[in-house]
């Protein structure tokens, strides 16, 4: 009985000293990530996953690196199929106002979709890989109606509104042709601005721009033709162009913006190890829904992404 009771003591610590460390070594590399430089050098930001709506902690690190007279630059790298439309309005507003003084290039990976698109057409230059996903102009708003499920379940739902038009976004009430057609006028405004804000960042005539936008996405090779994306390559290629529009050499410092939150919780908690093992044990296509399902799920209100 004692020994069972110690070999429970010493899990018990085990499992604290476990956690400790996970959290010793988060903040360590969290410290590493965030070295302030007085050095001259160029930012690098990682928008990765889907996005959501508050993107205050990117905007401020943005805002405080555009004012800083130590950061020369930014080199964007973007990995996302979209998110929100709020956020990918505000980081494109962010990047704008950063672009307008200083050089920004943006390096797509597997996609720069969507809202990831529209935050990255402020940027004086865009990269992307042949096989990139990008594009995929337009707004998305969806509504599920449960009223006639609940109707077969005996369940009725009455709504008191001030007016009709405030239970159409409820999917407790049924759909009325009034409310698709307002719910339509909100996604077709929100679909202008993205269309706009794309003419504006590429230089292109907005008729074009509509012609192009009528959701679908592109490769960075059809992108390249389109005007959508300047450049095909990697990393390195959009570094090459920022160090010319800079006129530094290639060994010219670059810091991280932010620390690395684009992992997955699991990377988060057990690192990038462990979480290559889930992968391989779940496969990379279960592991890619799981990560962008989850997060879309999270989303209020009209997206811009690309549903995969």
């Known amino acids: 009985m004692l020994n069972g009771r110690r070999l429970l003591y010493w899990r018990i610590a085990a499992i604290f000293c476990f956690v400790f460390a996970c959290i010793v070594s988060t903040k360590h590399f969290s410290s590493r990530s965030t070295i302030a430089s007085t050095k001259p050098h160029i930012a690098r930001l990682v928008i990765r996953g889907v996005i959501k709506n508050d993107v205050s902690r990117v905007t401020d690190a943005l805002a405080k690196a555009q004012k800083s007279p130590s950061v020369t630059g930014l080199l964007l790298v973007v990995d996302s199929p979209g998110g929100g439309v709020t956020g990918g309005e505000r980081l494109h507003d962010a990047i704008a106002n950063f672009a307008a003084v200083k050089p920004v290039v943006v390096s797509m990976g597997d996609m720069g979709a969507s809202a990831a698109y529209m935050l990255s057409v402020p940027a004086q230059h865009l990269v992307a890989r042949p096989s990139t996903?990008?594009?995929?102009?337009?707004?998305?708003?969806?509504?599920?109606?449960?009223?006639?499920?609940?109707?077969?379940?005996?369940v009725a739902?009455?709504?008191?509104?001030?007016?009709?038009?405030?239970?159409?976004?409820?999917?407790?009430?049924?759909?009325?042709?009034?409310?698709?057609?307002?719910?339509?006028?909100?996604?077709?405004d929100l679909f202008g601005q993205f269309v706009q804000m794309v003419a504006n960042g590429r230089h292109m005539p907005v008729e074009k721009v509509r012609e192009l936008a009528d959701g679908r996405?592109?490769?960075?090779?059809?992108?390249i033709a389109l005007n959508l994306v300047d450049e095909l390559g990697d990393e390195n290629v959009a570094r090459r162009w920022l160090d010319n529009r800079l006129h530094v050499s290639s060994d010219y410092p670059v810091a991280a913006l932010l620390?690395?939150?684009?992992?997955?919780?699991?990377?988060?908690?057990?690192?990038?190890?462990?979480s290559a093992m889930l992968e391989?044990?779940?496969?990379?296509?279960?592991?890619?829904?799981?990560?962008?399902?989850?997060?879309s799920l999270w989303l209020d209100g009209p997206v811009a992404i690309l549903q995969l």
């Open 133 to 154: 996903l990008t594009g995929s102009i337009g707004v998305i708003m969806q509504r599920a109606d449960v009223s006639g499920l609940l109707s077969r379940w005996g």
């Open 157 to 188: 739902m009455d709504a008191i509104t001030s007016g009709k038009m405030k239970d159409q976004t409820d999917p407790t009430s049924a759909l009325t042709p009034e409310g698709r057609a307002m719910l339509q006028g909100l996604v077709d």
């Open 217 to 223: 996405a592109y490769t960075g090779h059809q992108a």
């Open 259 to 274: 620390p690395a939150h684009d992992q997955h919780w699991y990377e988060n908690l057990f690192g990038r190890r462990r």
């Open 280 to 295: 391989w044990m779940i496969g990379t296509q279960a592991e890619f829904f799981l990560k962008e399902r989850a997060a």
